[in-house]
Nanobody, 113 residues
Framework: QEPLVESGGGLVQAGGSLRLSCAAS????????MNWFRQAPGKEREFVAL????????YYADSVKGRFTISRDNAENMVYLQMNSLKPEDAAVYYC??????WGKGTLVTVSS
């Protein structure tokens, strides 16, 4: 089983919404904070959002604050990223991360203007 598998990416118009999902193996997921990162073409990978193990604490990059929401379901070993009011600059490959070294292969988000 892959440690992390993202899904939910696709093409959306500016202003629209998408919900990304990350399925984790139990070994990867247990007691771990989880992150979402993204990487746009020609740019470095950047942090998007973090959630702690219990789900009681979250942290967001300034660029997505107020528009994106990270959540998790520990019973299902799942992490989610709800993305609203999407902008063309949000277009990127989005990666799920269990720190420090577990990464998924990413899911592509394209935002048309």
């Amino acid at each position: 089983q892959e440690p992390l598998v993202e899904s939910g990416g696709g093409l959306v118009q500016a202003g629209g919404s998408l919900r990304l999902s990350c399925a984790a193996s139990r070994r990867t997921f247990n007691y771990s904070a989880m992150n979402w990162f993204r990487q746009a073409p020609g740019k470095e990978r950047e942090f998007v959002a973090l959630i702690n193990w219990s789900g009681t604490s979250t942290y967001y990059a300034d660029s997505v604050k107020g528009r994106f929401t990270i959540s998790r379901d520990n019973a299902e070993n799942m992490v989610y990223l709800q993305m609203n009011s999407l902008k063309p600059e949000d277009a990127a490959v989005y990666y799920c991360n269990a720190p420090p070294n577990y990464w998924g292969k990413g899911t592509l988000v394209t935002v048309s203007s």
